[in-house]
Antibody, heavy 126, light 108 residues
Framework: QITLKESGPTLVKPTQALTLTCTFSGFSLSTVGVGVGWVRQPPGKALEWLAL???????RYSPSLKNRLTITKDTPKNQVILSLINMEPLDTATYYC??????????????????WGQGTLLTVSS | SYELTQPPSVSVSPGHTASVTCSGE??????CSWFQQKAGQSPILVIY???KRPSGIPERFSGSNSGNTATLTISGTQAMDEADYYCQTWDSSTASVVFGGGTKLTVL
């Protein structure tokens, strides 16, 4: 059974940094063709992709946020960590992590998000 | 940057066929996924690789992708299908995931 769960603070102040952890089970980030990504959703708005990390430590970032984002993995702990600096009220959103599945030798264009976490709501406010 | 455009809302009567479109430049040359998100819940993958259904997704969900438009079709729509639907693809030029703006499907 594959599960993912996001954890982190529920409230941060503007200008602070955010660290979110995605803890997963049922698969390994040491398996070829597997990645984990982060997607956020402001209240009442659309999904927005943030970052991805893969089994080989390849990393991809949203062009609009790449200067503020860092994604890392702790493979033995089955965790992916997302850091976002210089938080502002517009960063208020539910943050999801999801598995990004491809397969051996597949282009990233062939990958898809197949399992999602429950999400964690983050509010940025003073 | 690459953009995907969806209609904000679609309405369908129970038992009828609903079509949700997603438009983007040469989208037919890319793979498209579709996600269902019910109120207060996480997104669920309903279609990947344009027309493949994950295990557990009812057969009434189907997908197609050609030219500049991908389409999610729900045949025999049920009240439980009322949700927001998002399309998603990969933009190779920026190595980025791209989501559409979402479509609210109302079954009435």
């Amino acid at each position: 059974q594959i599960t993912l769960k996001e954890s982190g603070p529920t409230l941060v102040k503007p200008t602070q940094a955010l660290t979110l952890t995605c803890t997963f089970s049922g698969f390994s980030l040491s398996t070829v063709g597997v990645g984990v990504g982060w997607v956020r959703q402001p209240p009442g708005k659309a999904l927005e992709w943030l970052a991805l990390i893969y089994w080989d430590d390849d990393k991809r970032y949203s062009p609009s946020l790449k200067n503020r984002l860092t994604i890392t993995k702790d493979t033995p702990k089955n965790q992916v960590i997302l850091s976002l600096i210089n938080m502002e009220p517009l960063d208020t959103a539910t943050y999801y992590c999801a598995r990004h599945l491809g397969g051996f030798g597949q282009s990233l264009a062939n990958y898809y998000f197949d399992y999602w976490g429950q999400g964690t709501l983050l509010t940025v406010s003073s | 940057s690459y953009e995907l455009t969806q209609p904000p809302s679609v309405s369908v009567s129970p038992g009828h066929t609903a079509s949700v479109t997603c438009s983007g430049e040469k989208l037919g040359d890319k793979y498209c996924s579709w996600f269902q998100q019910k109120a207060g819940q996480s997104p669920i993958l309903v279609i990947y690789h344009n027309n493949k259904r994950p295990s557990g997704i009812p057969e009434r969900f189907s997908g197609s992708n050609s030219g500049n438009t991908a389409t999610l079709t729900i045949s025999g729509t049920q009240a439980m299908d009322e949700a927001d639907y998002y399309c998603q693809t990969w933009d190779s030029s920026t190595a980025s995931v791209v989501f559409g703006g979402g479509t609210k499907l109302t079954v009435l």
